[in-house]
């Protein structure tokens, strides 16, 4: 029995998801493989092999593995998907992009979200925007599972002494092209990696005032900034600084949610966070029911002398 994890990289390093997603391959048993597909990404396939836990390493190297395009990637770990009864994507953009589509050439029902494995062949996920836990029994020869990586500590990136194989390359599809890409540059930590978030909801009325009350608070704490989908829907802060089910998955060491009433929406993507401050002036504001600190205050006086305090 082995699992095979398919790595998130940017051809020379290996993302934060995958250490997750490792661990969680670790606890199905039997040999963990990595596989990198992509284009000049020897760098990342030898980070790969440094992670605890990875015994084989597959390099899968070529222009049209570049840039992770759904049809070549899921074709080049179909060429592969007979050796192993796990296959492991982290519950990202990207693993959420492949890995229906290698469900579906295998003819197996996908499970999403996997936040414990119980055995080889029992997972548990989260149903109704977290508010139940389903323990979930595959029967399917491969198991193709997404892993929500706030469900599992990440292996260690170092100490590991993995093998690296050479595999053949998937030729193009030629179904999906890749023409471009606008990146955003941010200082601040990645979202979904930041150990510390800043969060700022509807209640903070405005772009203009979402940036002069929140930017300082942040920057104090040298966190990422998030807000809620209210907020995002509003105009105040950008789409990449969603939090909740229907935008990212956070559990940081530390997590401030300003202006926040905390609906069932948004909670489902914080509420895994180690120690959650809210702030708010509403009494009977959800978000008061998962956080360990509460304050029940106008945001406007309370973050400004927070920072001041800082």
């Not at 959420?96 to 029902?109: E, F, M, Q, S, Y």
């Not at 836990?133 to 929500?148: E, G, H, M």
């Amino acid at each position: 029995m082995a699992s095979l994890v398919i790595a998130e990289h940017d051809n020379a390093s290996i993302k934060g998801a995958t250490l997750n997603t490792v661990t969680a391959a670790v606890a199905c048993g039997g040999e963990v493989h990595v596989l990198v597909a992509g284009h000049h990404a020897g760098a990342a396939a030898q980070a790969a092999a440094q992670i605890a836990g990875v015994s084989k390493v597959i390099h899968a190297d070529s222009e049209a593995l570049g840039h992770a395009l759904a049809e070549n990637v899921a074709a080049q770990v179909l060429a592969i998907a007979s050796n192993y009864t796990h296959i492991l994507f982290p519950a990202t953009a990207g693993g959420k992009n492949v890995a229906p589509r290698v469900a579906a050439k295998l003819d197996v029902a996908q499970l999403s979200d996997v936040t414990l494995v119980v055995s080889a062949d029992t997972f548990e996920r989260p149903i109704y925007a977290g508010n139940a836990i389903a323990t979930v029994q595959s029967k399917d020869a491969v198991k193709v599972l997404t892993i929500r990586t706030t469900g599992f500590d990440a292996a260690a990136a170092t100490g590991g002494s993995a093998s690296v194989e050479s595999a053949a390359a998937t030729t193009d599809s030629g179904k999906s092209a890749f023409k471009g890409s606008e990146i955003a540059k941010n200082d601040r930590p990645e979202l979904t990696a930041a150990k510390i978030i800043v969060s700022g909801g509807r209640a903070l009325g405005s772009a203009e005032k979402f940036a002069e009350v929140m930017t300082p608070l942040a920057d104090k704490l040298g966190a990422a900034m998030g807000a809620s989908r209210a907020a995002v829907d509003a105009g105040y802060a950008p789409n990449d600084w969603q939090v909740g089910q229907t935008g990212k998955i956070v559990a940081p060491q530390l997590y401030v949610a300003c202006g926040i009433s905390g609906a069932i929406q948004h909670l489902a993507g914080m509420k895994d966070s180690k120690v959650i401050v809210a702030i708010n002036k509403d009494p009977e504001a959800p978000i008061f029911s998962v956080a360990d600190y509460g304050l029940e205050a106008d945001l406007f006086v309370a973050v400004p002398e927070l920072v001041n305090a800082l």
